[in-house]
């Protein structure tokens, strides 16, 4: 996406970071010519990714898991633990 002199400018006076960029690009609400990320929405985002983060640690308990798939039809699942890594 092309930036203009004046949006660089404006960021930089106002210390918004490119990466604050890319997240309002990634999950601000549309609305006509402009996205925004407001204080709700961000706190909705925070705690989705804590969901996440609690559900990954619960997946490296494990070992990792597998998820067998045929067709689109979900045929078993198993923890990656020693005994079934080579599988």
């Known amino acids: 996406m092309f930036s203009t002199n004046h949006f660089k400018s404006r960021m930089s006076q106002r210390g918004i970071s490119k990466k604050v960029i890319d997240l309002v690009l990634a999950f601000g609400k549309d609305e006509g010519d402009k996205l925004f990320l407001d204080k709700k929405e961000t706190q909705r985002i925070i705690y989705q ?3 996440l983060r609690n559900t990954l640690l619960k997946v490296m ?4 898991v597998a998820v ?4 689109e039809t ?3 699942t198993y923890n990656l ?6 599988k």
């Open 61 to 64: 308990d494990k070992g990792g």
């Open 49 to 51: 990714i804590d969901n």
């Open 74 to 76: 979900l045929i078993t």
């Open 68 to 71: 067998v798939v045929e067709d």
């Open 81 to 86: 633990d020693k005994k079934n890594r080579n």
